[in-house]
DNA sequence: AGGTCAAGACGGCCCGTATCGTATTGACCG
DNA sequence: CGGTCAATACGATACGGGCCGTCTTGACCT
């Protein structure tokens, strides 16, 4: 608040003169923070475009202007949040598989709190087939297959079955992670990463044999 | 729509003599029905408390008395929808399992479509103390209540180890019902249920050592 | 008469669009 | 090379519209 900025008042500019047609770019980066600042403070039912746009002092057009609604703002603001480091194959399956468990687990629970706002999101784009798919092809699906290849080569190796239920293995974690984080709201209790893939590496879910799909 | 009932317009009435005395509890039945009724063609986002009050063909004040938001609202109609048959202990307890299993897929993705409503709840909640009690304690606690005896049924009886970790048993099941019913948009495919209950047979998660918590 | 209800008026917030004046930019021109 | 100019993106703000949650009204019921 009490970001009073004059116009464009360039006055804390000190680099006004050498970062030249950047305006949007600023722009992008203050809707961005404000985003994720005000998603930490009211969480997703309760952001609003107009709120956004008025603490990054930024017209309500210039958010309309890059995305269409909230869902498009909120999808791209946590969208630039959730790294995604792909794991090495270091012959070590425990540790290749634990490094992925782990990697997930920091992003629902690490700073922003995605685990809040992944099923608001999924929730409204059941509705919002162009929303899902963007949803699915930028955000999830990518760090899945990133995952998924960790998983087949452990199944190459002959570390686990052969008939694996790769992705299945993969939606349980996710699916556990997320489910606990909205239904209870402490953190996950410390070595639930390792309970998770030890369960799986003892005896991972196969695939139904009567039918591929 | 056309529900065009001026005033309280008795015109279809053959039991407007029968029936009297009752009319908050026709209220809240139409109400419910008409909740349920939007939240599957508009979806949790799109539903609006006057949407509803239209067609129940209540006044606003009506709802506003009973639930003081959408999110009340909502809670008490999917409530309403949500069976919840314990399951009788046969001595069989992959049977038993199965069942269980079965109940709760059957309340995700049966009418209703409770998939796409509790996560939004769920998200809801996160911000809202007490909607979190009370969609706690009186939605889901007792339901996994039910569930979790049949499981230590099966840990009594030696079918699972001593030390399986039964919360989290019933909550991998959940997460992955859930997760998957808003990653993918089809239904579960077939010989889910089974594929998971035959993977905690064969290797639950069990507790941590360390720590009883 | 007193109580209950549907209808709907009300101020307020937010939506998504449109308009306005300004500042920056890159192309064109003298 | 330096000056001009049409485009463009911006912040601000006005606008009609929808829904919020509260409050008033008047018909109906007992």
Redo the contacts with the bound molecule.
Sequence with gaps: MG??????A?DDDAD?GS??????????E?IMASTLKLLQERGYA?????????D???????????W???AALVLAAVQDRLADVPTAPTGDTRAELLAVAEQAMARFYGSGEVRLVLPALLGEAAREPALLERLRTEVLEPRNARARAVVERAVARGDLPADTDVPMVLEQWAGYMLFRGLWHDDPLPEGTVERLVDATLASPPRRAVWQGK
């Design positions: 970001r009073t900025r004059t116009l464009h360039v006004a970062t030249r047609g950047r305006r949007d770019l600023e722009a992008r203050r309760r952001l609003t475009i107009e709120g956004v746009a008025t990054a002092a930024v017209g309500k057009a210039t958010v309309y202007r890059s269409p609604n909230k």
